[in-house]
């Protein structure tokens, strides 16, 4: 047990405490273990020795399945082995955008992140950022994180069942149009702009792998459970926590989900359908190298992958990458988010008196970031001081 994982389970306590399987392995005396106690799995240590040997089949078919779905129904729930049966991975072709010269491949629908990334981009794209002062370039920033994020909680939700704008939202021009409403003096407050339609009839977490290897292939992998621990359910006999990527639907109109999102019909609960992400594992290429980079956080990861791309191609090294301080804005909460120090004292009365209400935050980041310099054939590993990861090079 370590601090960050205790906090996990401090944070799901309640939940897991419903769960008898989740108390026997990670709780004592109802409460989160004590730092450098051992947690030992032996149901999950089966249960990935079953994938290990038959892959994806073993589990969503069969035995395991029949264990899964039983569990779930005698605790109350709804799933039935079909549901596991008729599940499918799909491969999805990824987003291709491109940042003043840098070529840009992200996650496509039903991720929000490379939509909402790309669409920031071709909105900054306008400006010469690295020219204006900090105030400013926090300011444009957080006007295209605003119209972008705004436009994901309008029209993002699973692409196999509501038709998404992807060629649009992502069109420069489109974000031309976008930018010709931003005010160089002014913040915008969220509630100018055209509310998001309603709902018709009337929400361990998230792990990002980079990975290079010797020959260039690589790999961004953002994966999650959606909050610490997922639901806090075990399935008996399996060791398998359940997600609570539920959570990731829009329930009701202007109800927000543990991330504060707010979304539309687009995200809408239905049977079948996939749950819209932010997750954003993404490369971006240039002529001089290569970034690999994602996160977890919810909400934030979009705009924090947005600002790890932005500082690399800024000249950022893969530790000023992950260590760098990050702002956040999503639309709604409307609210300019900001790390201690991300903002200098004058810079936080600038942005004031442009009419931000301002919140000093913590991320929930753990940026995890590759970097490679083609003229020197430099990598670099690198892994988000706020977190738990390590970055190795070898
Ligand atoms: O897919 C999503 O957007 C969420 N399930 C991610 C949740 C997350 O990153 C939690 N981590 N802090």
Do not use: C
Request: no cysteine; net charge neutral; hydrophobic share 45%.
């Amino acid at each position: 047990m370590y601090a960050r994982l205790q906090a996990g389970v401090r944070y799901n306590v309640v939940r897991m405490q419903k769960s008898p399987e989740a108390v026997a392995r990670f709780l004592v005396n109802g409460a989160a273990p004590e730092i450098g106690a051992v947690i030992r799995q032996p149901e999950l240590a089966q249960t990935l020795e079953l994938l290990a040997s038959g892959g994806g089949d073993a589990f969503y078919h069969g035995a395991f399945a029949t264990k899964l779905v039983d569990g779930v129904r005698r605790a109350g729930g709804i799933w039935t082995e079909a549901d596991l049966r008729n599940y499918k991975v799909i491969e999805r072709a990824p987003l291709i955008g491109s940042y003043r010269g840098a070529r840009i491949v992200t996650a496509p629908p039903p991720s929000s992140g490379g939509v909402v990334m790309l669409d920031t981009l071709n909105i900054l794209a306008g400006y010469d950022l690295a020219a204006a002062a900090p105030a400013m370039r926090t300011h444009l920033l957080v006007e295209a994180m605003r119209l972008a994020y705004r436009d994901r909680a309008e029209y993002l939700g699973d692409p196999d069942f509501v038709s998404v704008p992807v060629e649009q939202l992502t069109n420069p021009l489109y974000a031309a149009g976008q930018r010709a409403a931003i005010r160089p003096d002014r913040a915008t407050p969220s509630a100018v702009l055209r509310p998001i339609s309603t709902l018709g009839g009337d929400g361990v977490t998230t792990t990002h792998f980079s990975v290079i290897d010797r020959d260039g292939n690589r790999v961004a992998a953002t994966v999650s459970v959606n909050l610490w621990f997922g639901s806090g359910w075990v399935a008996p006999g399996t060791g398998v926590f359940l997600n609570d990527t539920m959570d990731d639907f829009s329930v009701a109109s202007g109800v927000p989900n543990a991330f504060q999102l707010v979304g539309a019909d687009a995200n809408a609960v239905g049977p079948g359908k996939r749950a819209l992400s932010s997750m954003t594992p993404t490369f971006v290429e240039t002529d001089k190298g290569l970034l690999i980079i994602g996160t977890p956080g919810g909400s934030t990861i979009i705009s924090m992958v947005t600002q790890g791309v932005l500082g690399w191609l800024g000249g950022q090294s893969a530790d000023e990458v992950v260590a760098a301080r990050r702002i956040h804005h999503q639309y709604l909460p409307d609210r300019l988010m900001y790390e201690p120090e991300a903002l200098s004292k004058e810079d936080l009365q600038a942005l004031k008196a442009m009419g931000y209400e301002l919140q000093e935050w913590s991320t929930r980041g753990n940026m995890q970031v590759i970097t490679w310099d083609y003229p020197t054939g430099l990598v670099r590993a690198a892994a988000d001081p706020r977190g738990f990861g390590i970055g190795l090079v070898y």
